[in-house]
């Protein structure tokens, strides 16, 4: 063999072995060091060291012919930066077409609500949130109101169950019933009112603490 196919073939021996290296970079003493930090010649001493076989492959030239020379030792150096500029690459375009993608959401999604900049887009969102959060709280406060008025259905029927087993005399059950028949809060009271012979502020006086919406009652 050649002394060129030599080196090609040790140019071609280097190859990647731990991919996960690539945002790890560590110094001659093996602590990792911050990316930003780090010079030039520590990262790729860390690549050609830690994410491929150039080690194992100059080994192997040194059992081989009982040394390594300069030229074999730039050639392992080369076939490993092209190893890890492929990598940087491949990295490269996934970050390109990942940004494309989200672009063009992010454009749809401007054309879509109407706004130019992205910054118009996140106020608008930001706007769309608190809505959903309001349309939430509406929505739990009328469930609350229907377990509320299931409750209180529930409670009319046992009363009116309760009065009749105790056989009240039907003057006093067509007065309960007539309050009970009534959707109105309003005419409720007035019927309570004409009921017990009491006048109207005398008996919202009475049931203030008992009547959800008093101050629209109070105001009618």
């Known amino acids: 063999m050649s002394n060129k196919d030599n080196l090609d073939n040790i140019r071609?021996?280097?190859?990647?072995?731990?991919?996960?290296?690539?945002y790890q970079i560590k110094d001659?003493?093996?602590q990792v060091i911050s990316y930003e930090e780090a010079s030039g010649r520590e990262?790729?001493?860390?690549?050609?060291?830690?994410?491929?076989?150039?080690?194992?492959?100059?080994?192997?030239?040194?059992?081989?012919?009982?040394?390594?020379?300069?030229?074999?030792?730039?050639?392992?150096?080369?076939g490993a930066a092209e190893q890890v500029l492929e990598k940087y690459r491949d990295e490269h375009i996934k970050v390109i077409r990942d940004s494309q993608k989200k672009g063009s959401v992010l454009k749809a999604l401007m054309g879509k609500v109407g706004v130019a900049t992205a910054s118009a887009l996140t106020n608008k969102l930001d706007e769309w949130s608190e809505k959903i959060k309001t349309v939430s709280n509406l929505e739990n406060s009328q469930d609350s109101l229907r377990v509320w008025n299931d409750t209180y259905r529930v409670q009319r029927d046992i009363v009116k169950l309760i009065l009749a087993q105790e056989e009240i005399d039907k003057a006093t059950l067509d007065k309960i019933?007539?309050?009970?028949?009534?959707r109105s809060v309003s005419k409720a009271i007035e019927k309570g009112s004409y009921i017990l012979n009491l006048e109207k502020a005398e008996l919202l006086k009475l049931l203030k603490k008992s009547i959800r919406y008093s101050k629209s009652i109070m105001k009618e």
């Open 12 to 22: 071609e021996k280097v190859k990647l072995t731990d991919q996960t290296q690539l």
């Open 28 to 30: 001659k003493s093996g």
């Open 43 to 78: 990262i790729f001493n860390h690549y050609r060291h830690s994410m491929t076989n150039y080690d194992q492959v100059l080994d192997e030239v040194r059992v081989e012919q009982g040394y390594v020379s300069g030229r074999q030792e730039k050639k392992a150096t080369a």
């Open 177 to 182: 019933h007539a309050i009970y028949s009534t």
